[in-house]
């Protein structure tokens, strides 16, 4: 049973780490993994799909729980590589950048191969912390707009 537990949060962990990945700006992320290139060198690796560029329907629900419905389509980019050590990582980002969808698919790859800790550190959690300050700012723009309606009572009723 343990070691089910531990499949499941490594999953889990996985599953983080992709989603961060997938949403992160494209040039961050580059930028982010040639610093770290930078001091480890860009890992041996096979390319088994190469960069490529398509589109994914993205859905959506009314009030977030209505049923769901067509919103639109959004341009990405996927590739999947194979180091090595026989663990193979996926990388899919929004838009165009190819780089960017390499660079995600080794840090999973990586990521697999025991180096998560490193990964985490060094690209994931900055993208992250980014991530969640961007959100923060966006709510504080949108709350600075907010009004409140409340009713007054006339004192001749």
């Excluded at 930078?38 to 994914?56: D, M, N, Q």
Aim: glycine letters at 10%; one cysteine or more.
């Amino acid at each position: 049973m343990l070691k089910n537990q531990e499949l499941s949060q490594a999953n889990k962990a996985r599953q983080v780490r992709l989603s961060v990945l997938a949403k992160a700006p494209a040039d961050r992320l580059t930028t982010l993994w040639r610093g770290w290139c930078g001091h480890a060198g860009e890992p041996a690796h096979e390319v088994l799909r190469p960069p490529e560029i398509g589109t994914v329907m993205v859905r959506g629900r009314a009030g977030a729980v209505g049923a769901p419905f067509n919103l639109g389509e959004i341009t990405v980019t996927r590739c999947s590589v194979r180091l090595p050590s026989g663990h193979v990582g996926h990388g899919y980002v929004q838009g165009r950048d190819k780089q960017a969808s390499l660079a995600g698919a080794l840090v999973d790859a990586l990521a697999q191969a025991g180096q998560a800790d490193t990964m985490d550190e060094a690209i994931i959690e900055p993208l992250a912390i980014e991530a969640q300050a961007h959100l923060a700012a966006r709510a504080a723009k949108a709350a600075a707009t907010k009004v409140d309606f409340f009713t007054m009572v006339r004192g001749d009723n």
